[in-house]
């Protein structure tokens, strides 16, 4: 079992940005292809970013060009960088480990809370 804990995540502007993070335990975390998902408030959670081992990484057409994944592999954590933050991005975050497709591995963190609000 992996356990994971995001942090990171307040209240920003419209235009702002943050930085989150997942600390992943588990001392093979760097074999796992992992994922940043988003659940805003009525709606089903997604899948917004992804990042293969090796650093190749994929996201979804709503956050292109405004997010970027990355990950420490010696410190068992990834990132998400988020820029241009717009209301619409307002949403818990949470980060697991990519079984298939989109589907998560592992029982979900505490995730962060990402506001964007003026």
């Known amino acids: 079992q992996v356990q994971f804990v995001e942090s990171g995540g307040g209240l920003v502007q419209p235009g702002g940005s943050l930085r989150l993070s997942c600390a992943a335990s588990g001392s093979i975390f760097s074999i796992y292809v992992m994922g940043w998902y988003r659940q805003a408030p009525g709606k089903e959670r997604e899948l917004v970013a992804a990042?293969?081992?090796?650093?190749?990484?994929n996201y979804a057409d709503s956050v292109k060009g405004r997010f970027t994944c990355s990950r420490d592999n010696a410190k068992n954590t990834v990132y998400l960088q988020m820029s241009s933050l717009k209301p619409e991005d307002t949403a818990v975050y949470y980060c697991?480990?990519?079984?298939?497709?989109?589907?998560?591995?592992?029982?979900w963190g505490q995730g962060t809370q990402v506001t964007v609000s003026s």
């Open positions: 697991n480990v990519i079984r298939d497709g989109s589907n998560p591995m592992y029982s």
């Open positions: 990042i293969t081992r090796g650093g190749v990484t």
